[in-house]
């Protein structure tokens, strides 16, 4: 079971800005990095953001993290057909000694 | 280029052994720390295990903690996952990720295990 709580859904149409919540606690993403994923349909996850607010080289600036007390947030600027996909954050959980992933978000183009 | 290959997935019974195998090419795997996650069908991901850079710390998932067991080869370039008294829940698609959330982040294609009752 996820400790980290994302909402179900989200959408937009192109261009739009969407913003994914990822709820935690003290023991998770309040005093530790949060990072996030990406999953197309059928492929395996990439990494978005890292230690919060951080891109791995070739993502798009469109995306970007931030965080505050025990809830993080990724937000997705100038939304594009090819953003339509689940995302998923995660975070080092010191209480169970392993990470724990948000329960996702399917993010729809309409 | 770094590669991550999967294998060791099928069908086993409830209470079956089985043991994965995670190629590494492109990079040395005893220089990162390297995890097992995992998603059931439909499903959401699930970090399973990880094992650091010199070998000798290990962190398992409770819902997986003494009955899986994460190692590697160093010889072979090659990281494992033993799974012993699988229950159907057990049942997922397994990626190997290299440097998992860190900036050379890489995920294999996934090995797919399911367990029948």
């Known amino acids: 079971q996820s400790v980290l709580t994302q909402p179900p859904s989200a959408s937009g149409t192109p261009g739009q800005r969407v913003t994914i919540s990822c709820s935690g606690s003290s023991s998770n993403i309040e005093n530790d990095y949060v990072y996030w994923y990406q999953q197309l349909p059928g492929t395996a996850p990439k990494l978005l953001v890292y230690k919060d607010n951080q891109r791995p080289s070739g993502v798009p600036d469109r995306f970007s993290g931030s965080k505050s007390g025990a809830s993080a947030s990724l937000a997705i600027s100038g939304l594009r057909s090819e953003d339509e996909a689940d995302y998923y954050c995660?975070?080092?959980?010191?209480?169970?000694?392993?990470?724990?992933f948000g329960t996702g978000t399917k993010v729809t183009v309409l | 280029e770094v590669q991550l290959v999967e294998s060791g997935g099928g069908l086993v019974q409830a209470g079956g052994s089985l043991r994965l195998s995670c190629e590494a090419s492109g990079f040395t795997l005893s220089r990162n720390w390297m995890h097992w996650v995992r998603q059931a069908p439909g499903k959401g991901l699930v970090w399973v295990s990880r094992?650091?850079?010199?070998?000798?710390?290990?962190n398992h998932a409770d819902s997986v903690k003494g009955r899986f067991t994460i190692s590697r080869d160093t010889a072979r370039n090659t990281l494992y996952l033993q799974m012993n008294s699988l229950r159907v829940e057990d049942t997922a698609l397994y990626f190997c990720?290299?440097?998992?959330?860190?900036?050379?982040?890489?995920w294999g294609q996934g090995t797919l295990v399911i367990v029948s009752s």
């Open positions: 990720v290299r440097d998992f959330g860190g900036p050379s982040d890489d």
């Open positions: 995660v975070g080092w959980d010191g209480s169970l000694s392993g990470y724990v």
């Open positions: 094992i650091n850079i010199d070998g000798r710390t290990v």
